[in-house]
């Protein structure tokens, strides 16, 4: 009997740990094309991640553009449509705010940009938090959809264990892998993506080459913005949240790139699928309230590890 | 083909470079000497347009190139192999030369001018697949050069491309050089500290001091300059 609910719950906390870790996943995308690869601090891509839940929030619930998708299709709709509102939003940012303390600007210079990114997106993470705070009021929000609380049963597997499925969690996973791996094969394969990761590894001689590199950053960093706005489209048909969500994830953001190795997007994808992983699993041993403490010992394990740590560069070989 | 008239600039407050003129007609291979802290590389960034010029002019086939962005001077046929190589370390060998060729002349020229590379520089075409940062000093200097190649230019303009390198890898570079200049029928603006040997391959040399230009001529006029065989060459 107790072998049995033990394997359930230790089945569950598997599959729930590999759902969510996908979405996460997709989240540290976002941070992972902005610090991994432009190099750029950003302390408000949690408020990025709020702003996709709102913009989501706003367009299926109520009176919104996409109420008449109905409580099955329009959250997941409205959660891909977050990505090019935060797009345009992070594109405004970058050319009024961050272009000054990053790219050509701040190439060859000492900290190559950080200290000034670092206060500029602390601030504009204040400023979206009292303004979220004022706009949307600080009710806990949710997208509703029925989906989020049914689920596909696996099983009985072993007796009577079974797995539950989410069936929210599940799309929103589908839909975060397929992001993830288009993003991938973009900045791989393609002409706009090898200018991307040029300009990152080198803005001087990037403009040499004829690229134009504040425009190109501008495209990483609203990309990064969207993305991670999509990942809160998705996380918000299943959690509620409010202005204040996003420091609860910046730092798992942060944690998720850092893991997977900094300039690498499925690098950045599997941190992230590691933090949601442990997070999940330390549930099975730990109370709900330390879980994100878990998610530091792992990460500090692996820091021990991996000590090139935030602003290392790992590349540089020669 | 490329006229610098009257060319100041300054870098905050200090002089870099006073009325300095200087003309590359197309076909051309001339070189500009002169010791450390001259200007020279500020000469080059100028053109490229990463030093924004005080007073002067700067003109490529006819059109000025003040005003004009400066990613957008490598769309002109302007390349730019800049000091200390700077290839894009986290890029492999190949990608860095498909940057090269991210102009349309160069995208439209992609397949020739990449056996060209790799006939000029077998050892690109080996390591094709590496990330440029765990090349040597040498191999990354070929991969500036050649992703300089890859966009088709009608000017190429190299910093310094001996500094850092063995004396044999350096003689290697410049023959190569050389070979462009003479079979790819490219015009060449060339920075050297090794001057004896870069006045030798070229048809015109400047000799640039402390911000000024302090002389100009064919190579025969400035090895007969007693100050260019005492300062550069270390003849008497």
Same mark, same amino acid.
């Given at each position: 009997?107790?072998?049995?609910?033990?394997?359930?719950?230790?089945?569950?906390?598997?599959?729930?740990?590999?759902?969510?870790?996908?979405?996460?996943?997709?989240? %540290?995308?976002?941070?992972?094309?902005?610090?991994?690869?432009?190099?750029?601090?950003?302390?408000?891509?949690?408020?990025?991640?709020?702003?996709?839940?709102?913009?989501?929030?706003?367009?299926?619930? #109520?009176?919104?553009?996409?109420?008449?998708?109905?409580?099955?299709?329009?959250?997941?709709?409205?959660?891909?449509?977050?990505?090019?509102?935060?797009?345009?939003?992070?594109?405004?940012?970058?050319?009024?705010?961050?272009?000054?303390?990053?790219?050509?600007?701040?190439?060859?210079?000492?900290?190559?940009?950080?200290?000034?990114?670092?206060?500029?997106?602390?601030?504009?993470?204040?400023?979206?938090?009292?303004?979220?705070?004022?706009?949307?009021?600080?009710?806990?929000?949710?997208?509703?959809?029925?989906?989020?609380?049914?689920?596909?049963?696996?099983?009985?597997?072993?007796?009577?264990?079974?797995?539950?499925?989410?069936?929210?969690?599940?799309?929103?996973?589908?839909?975060?892998?397929?992001?993830?791996?288009?993003?991938?094969?973009?900045?791989?394969?393609?002409?706009? #993506?090898?200018?991307?990761?040029?300009?990152?590894?080198?803005?001087?001689?990037?403009?040499?080459?004829?690229?134009?590199?504040?425009?190109?950053?501008?495209?990483?960093?609203?990309?990064? %913005?969207?993305?991670?706005?999509?990942?809160?489209?998705?996380?918000?048909?299943?959690?509620?949240?409010?202005?204040?969500?996003?420091?609860?994830?910046?730092?798992?953001?942060?944690?998720?790139?850092?893991?997977?190795?900094?300039?690498?997007?499925?690098?950045?994808?599997?941190?992230?699928?590691?933090?949601?992983?442990?997070? /999940? %699993?330390?549930?099975?041993?730990?109370?709900? /309230?330390? /879980?994100?403490?878990?998610?530091?010992?792992?990460?500090?394990?692996?820091?021990?590890?991996?000590?090139?740590?935030?602003?290392?560069?790992?590349?540089?070989?020669? | 083909?490329?006229?610098?008239?009257?060319?100041?600039?300054?870098?905050?407050?200090?002089?870099?470079?006073?009325?300095?003129?200087?003309?590359?007609?197309?076909?051309?291979?001339?070189?500009?000497?002169?010791?450390?802290?001259?200007?020279?590389?500020?000469?080059?960034?100028?053109?490229?347009?990463?030093?924004?010029?005080?007073?002067?002019?700067?003109?490529?086939?006819?059109?000025?190139?003040?005003?004009?962005?400066?990613?957008?001077?490598?769309?002109?046929?302007?390349?730019?192999?800049?000091?200390?190589?700077?290839?894009?370390?986290?890029?492999?060998?190949?990608?860095?030369?498909?940057?090269?060729?991210?102009?349309?002349?160069?995208?439209?020229?992609?397949?020739?001018?990449?056996?060209?590379?790799?006939?000029?520089?077998?050892?690109?075409?080996?390591?094709?697949?590496?990330?440029?940062?765990?090349?040597?000093?040498?191999?990354?200097?070929?991969?500036?050069?050649?992703?300089?190649?890859?966009?088709?230019?009608?000017?190429?303009?190299?910093?310094?491309?001996?500094?850092?390198?063995?004396?044999?890898?350096?003689?290697?570079?410049?023959?190569?050089?050389?070979?462009?200049?003479?079979?790819?029928?490219?015009?060449?603006?060339?920075?050297?500290?090794?001057?004896?040997?870069?006045?030798?391959?070229?048809?015109?040399?400047?000799?640039?001091?402390?911000?000024?230009?302090?002389?100009?001529?064919?190579?025969?006029?400035?090895?007969?300059?007693?100050?260019?065989?005492?300062?550069?060459?270390?003849?008497?």
């Amino acid at each position: 009997m107790d072998l049995e609910i033990l394997i359930e719950n230790v089945l569950n906390a598997l599959a729930a740990g590999i759902t969510i870790g996908c979405i996460y996943g997709l989240m %540290c995308i976002g941070l992972g094309l902005i610090f991994g690869i432009m190099r750029i601090v950003n302390f408000a891509q949690g408020e990025l991640l709020m702003l996709g839940m709102f913009s989501s929030l706003y367009l299926v619930t #109520g009176a919104g553009a996409l109420a008449f998708l109905g409580p099955y299709i329009g959250p997941f709709v409205g959660a891909l449509l977050a990505g090019p509102i935060v797009f345009a939003f992070g594109a405004l940012l970058h050319k009024f705010l961050i272009a000054r303390v990053s790219g050509l600007r701040t190439a060859g210079s000492i900290d190559d940009g950080h200290f000034g990114q670092l206060v500029v997106t602390l601030g504009i993470s204040l400023i979206l938090q009292n303004g979220g705070l004022i706009l949307f009021g600080s009710s806990p929000a949710t997208v509703r959809t029925p989906l989020a609380s049914s689920a596909i049963e696996i099983g009985p597997i072993y007796g009577d264990a079974t797995v539950f499925l989410n069936k929210a969690r599940l799309i929103a996973c589908a839909v975060a892998i397929i992001i993830a791996v288009s993003l991938y094969l973009v900045l791989e394969y393609t002409r706009m #993506g090898k200018a991307l990761r040029a300009a990152a590894d080198n803005p001087t001689a990037a403009t040499y080459m004829g690229i134009d590199t504040d425009k190109t950053y501008r495209l990483a960093f609203a990309l990064g %913005c969207g993305i991670t706005a999509i990942a809160g489209g998705l996380m918000a048909t299943y959690l509620s949240f409010g202005p204040f969500i996003g420091l609860d994830y910046v730092i798992i953001m942060y944690s998720g790139v850092v893991l997977g190795g900094m300039g690498s997007i499925l690098g950045a994808f599997w941190g992230g699928l590691t933090v949601g992983f442990v997070q /999940q %699993c330390s549930a099975l041993v730990l109370p709900p /309230q330390l /879980q994100n403490a878990a998610i530091f010992v792992v990460f500090l394990l692996i820091i021990l590890l991996r000590p090139q740590g935030l602003f290392g560069r790992s590349a540089e070989r020669a | 083909m490329l006229e610098v008239t009257n060319l100041s600039v300054s870098y905050g407050g200090l002089r870099a470079l006073t009325d300095v003129t200087l003309s590359v007609k197309e076909g051309q291979f001339v070189t500009v000497v002169g010791p450390n802290g001259a200007g020279k590389s500020t000469l080059f960034k100028t053109i490229s347009g990463i030093v924004p010029p005080a007073a002067g002019q700067i003109t490529f086939m006819g059109t000025s190139l003040f005003g004009l962005p400066p990613a957008k001077r490598a769309h002109l046929g302007i390349a730019h192999v800049p000091e200390g190589r700077q290839v894009f370390k986290t890029l492999t060998v190949l990608e860095n030369l498909e940057m090269g060729a991210y102009p349309k002349a160069g995208r439209e020229a992609w397949h020739h001018t990449l056996d060209r590379i790799h006939t000029l520089f077998p050892i690109l075409s080996e390591r094709a697949g590496q990330l440029a940062g765990t090349l040597s000093g040498g191999e990354q200097q070929m991969v500036a050069i050649g992703r300089g190649l890859a966009c088709a230019p009608r000017l190429l303009m190299l910093d310094e491309p001996s500094m850092g390198l063995a004396p044999a890898v350096a003689d290697t570079i410049f023959e190569r050089v050389s070979q462009i200049h003479r079979e790819d029928g490219v015009t060449i603006l060339l920075v050297e500290q090794r001057v004896a040997e870069a006045l030798e391959l070229s048809d015109h040399g400047y000799v640039l001091e402390t911000g000024h230009m302090v002389l100009d001529g064919p190579y025969e006029t400035l090895l007969q300059d007693d100050r260019v065989r005492k300062s550069y060459l270390g003849l008497s």
